[in-house]
């Protein structure tokens, strides 16, 4: 039971709408059937004679080799070349940390890690897996990004921001949303610019009065 029911559990139910998550829990049945490997192990050890030894520390020697190579791919995957690192003491990191409070909502690119979202500011979305695999409506506010990044009308941009209760807008040199270009001008025309990075890559402009 301890090793099917896992197995049954990841083919019939999903606690998520992203179900390749459901792996998981065949690992977990296959961590259980390692129980009974290391039974078997231990059992052809002692079984009389030299032969029953001799299989057993084959079948030992086999499976922790296996275990072995998989450290060492590990090991290998997380040297310095494969590795993400965000500088927290950069000059946007500190400014965000710095001026957004805890009731401004921040839009940005679809980030994962970097220096915005290591920050610590509440992001209008973000990347959007991590709260979509969490059952989230994440369309709504893509679509709500995209409006706003590629308007060409101020009305709209002011009337969809105030909507959303967005306080700042980021915008990156060349950015794209969804796979559109976006308008920078319509928005600098709007609202003021309140932060811009030493390499001048990173825009932000405010939109409370």
Request: aromatic share 14%; charged share 20%.
């Amino acid at each position: 039971m301890s090793i099917l029911f896992p197995t049954i559990f990841a083919f019939v139910a999903s606690l998520t709408p992203d179900i390749n998550v459901n792996h998981k829990y065949i690992i977990i049945s296959y961590a259980f059937l390692a129980v009974f490997w290391g039974g078997a192990v231990s059992r052809l050890f002692h079984w009389k004679g030299a032969v029953g030894k001799i299989l057993s520390l084959i079948l030992a020697l086999s499976l922790t080799i296996t275990g072995i190579y998989d450290f060492a791919v590990i090991i290998k995957d997380n040297d310095s070349g494969h590795r993400v690192s965000v500088n927290l003491n950069s000059g946007l990191t500190s400014w965000l940390a710095e001026n957004l409070k805890k009731d401004d909502l921040i839009l940005t690119p679809e980030y994962s890690i970097n220096e915005v979202t290591m920050s610590g500011v509440m992001m209008y979305l973000g990347w959007p897996y991590y709260a979509w695999s969490a059952g989230y409506d994440t369309y709504y506010r893509a679509a709500r990004a995209v409006e706003i990044y590629t308007t060409a009308s101020a009305q709209v941009l002011k009337e969809t921001v105030e909507e959303e209760q967005i306080t700042y807008i980021l915008f990156e040199e060349g950015m794209k949303f969804e796979e559109k270009e976006c308008r920078e001008d319509v928005i600098a025309d709007t609202y003021p610019l309140v932060y811009q990075s030493d390499d001048g890559r990173i825009r932000i402009y405010g939109t409370k009065e």
